[in-house]
Each structure stands twice: as structure tokens, then as C-alpha cells.
């Protein structure tokens, strides 16, 4: 589903503040320490908690696997200017009805300085510049007031609640579902107005860390 650009580890996307990069093995510990916190694996669907160490390098395998394959794309998200440290992760998976889902967490220390809406923006731009797609969908839990409004200031609308399959929550809880379509996209982004973050810089090639971007503008995976 996902195209040759994104198959590839040199593949990222930078925004003001951010780096999404594929996920390596030397972010094993930092995803263990961040997605292993209870407030971060409880709002998500497939993060287990306790987070099991042996778990870990399975799941960034098969994250790396899945992007080269283009099955979905799984990003680690990195401040831009230490790429090497990951925050957090967001993703984008192919779902039965055709329509990709977005998921993200970001590690507790990250959270409240809009990262989340800066990462999920960069990453819908990007779906949508790349893929013949009609909308995006994502759902949260809905005790999760940070998510559903990291969606809201990315333009997704609400579409009603409903009991989803959490399985490492083991069991159905209510969550919002979410949607953008192209048409909802594509006038935020010609309006460039409600704070919508500027489309992203597809990085293709490989590039050692760099400074700090000048302050300019600007998959959990769930
Ligand atoms: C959800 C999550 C990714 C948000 O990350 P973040 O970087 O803090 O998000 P942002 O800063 O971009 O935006 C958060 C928004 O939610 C708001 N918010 C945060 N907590 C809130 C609360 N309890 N009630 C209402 N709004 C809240 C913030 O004020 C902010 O909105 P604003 O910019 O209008 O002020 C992060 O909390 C997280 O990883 N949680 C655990 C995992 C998770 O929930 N993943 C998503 C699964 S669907």
C-alpha cells in the first residue's frame, strides 16, 4: 500500500521541531521506558503493560519489516535536532475497508508541548500526498481527551463513539471514531490557517544528525 519512497530506512519526514524515522534497534531501551509507562500503554490497543523486554526487538523488527514491505509505515518520532532520541512513535496501517488509520504515543515528558499534532499533521499531509486515498481514519479511547484533541486540531472529525477490541487492554472499550477526508484535508491546508502545521520535508536520503531547525514555522502505534 505504501510506496517504494517510504520502503526504504533512509525514508523520514521533518518537521519544525520533529524527525520521524524508521525505528532501529538502538531505540530498543527508550521504547521500552516510554511505551512501559501505564498512562501511556493503557490508552493504546496493542502496547501490553507490564511492557515484557523480550517483546521489544519482535516488535521493532516487524515495524521495519512492514515499512520495507510497504504494509504500513511505523515512524519513531525524534526531537529534529538529536534524531537519535526517540520520543515517541506514530504509525499508518492499511485497514480492511481501504482506508489507513493513524496511531501515535509520545513518552510522558513529551507530553503538552503539541508534538502529537505536529507529528500526526506531518504524517497526514504526507498520506495524503503519497497515496490515492480518500480519507484517514484514527479512534481514541474516550477517556483520552489529549488524543481526540490532537485529531480535532488536525482536522479530523468525530463520527460517533463504539466498543473497539483493545487486545492488550483484553476486552471492548468505547472510543471515538475519527475521519478526514481529502477534501476536509486539502481546504485546511489551502486556508494554511487554524494553526495547521506546513507540509513536511521528505527526507530521502541519509543525513547525520544536524542542528537545530531555526524556529520558523512549523503509531502506537495505537
Ligand atoms: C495523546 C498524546 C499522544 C498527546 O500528545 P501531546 O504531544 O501531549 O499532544 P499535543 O500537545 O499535540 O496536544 C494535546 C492537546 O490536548 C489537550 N489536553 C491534554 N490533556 C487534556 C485533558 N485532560 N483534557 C482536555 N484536553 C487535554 C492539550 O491542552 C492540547 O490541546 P491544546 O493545544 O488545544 O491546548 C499523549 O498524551 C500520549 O502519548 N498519550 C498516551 C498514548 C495515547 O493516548 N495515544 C493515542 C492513542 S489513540
Excluded at 69 to 89: F, K, Q, S
Excluded at 121 to 146: C, G, H, M, S, W
Excluded at 177 to 188: F, G, H, P, V
Aim: aromatic share 10%; net charge neutral.
Amino acid at each position: 500500500m505504501f510506496p517504494e519512497l517510504t520502503r526504504d530506512d533512509v525514508f523520514r519526514l521533518e518537521t519544525r521541531r520533529l524527525w520521524l524515522r524508521w525505528p532501529r534497534l538502538a531505540d530498543a531501551t527508550a521504547i521500552l521506558r516510554q511505551a512501559g509507562e501505564k498512562s501511556v500503554a493503557e490508552m493504546t490497543a496493542s502496547i501490553p503493560h507490564p511492557y515484557p523486554v523480550e517483546a521489544v526487538e519482535p516488535f521493532i523488527f516487524g515495524a521495519r519489516k512492514g515499512n520495507a514491505l510497504g504494509d504500513h509505515l511505523v515512524l519513531a518520532i525524534t526531537p529534529r535536532a538529536r534524531p537519535n532520541e526517540l520520543i515517541g512513535m506514530i504509525g499508518a496501517h492499511h485497514k480492511a475497508n481501504g482506508t489507513p488509520f493513524i496511531g501515535y504515543w509520545l513518552g510522558l515528558p513529551h507530553w503538552g508541548k503539541g508534538y502529537a499534532t505536529e507529528a500526526v499533521q506531518a504524517l497526514t499531509d504526507t498520506l495524503f500526498t503519497l497515496l490515492d486515498i480518500k480519507a484517514l481514519e484514527a479512534d481514541a479511547r474516550v477517556i483520552n481527551p489529549a488524543s481526540r484533541r490532537v485529531l480535532e486540531k488536525s482536522g479530523f472529525r468525530a463520527e460517533g463513539s463504539f466498543l473497539k477490541a483493545l487486545p492488550a487492554r483484553g476486552g471492548l472499550f468505547p472510543c471515538e471514531q475519527y475521519r478526514l477526508d481529502r477534501s476536509t484535508w486539502a481546504a485546511l491546508k489551502s486556508w494554511g490557517s487554524s494553526g495547521w502545521a506546513h507540509a513536511p520535508d521528505l527526507g530521502e536520503e541519509a543525513a547525520e544528525p544536524g542542528p537545530a531547525a531555526p524556529s520558523s514555522s512549523e503509531a502506537c502505534p495505537a
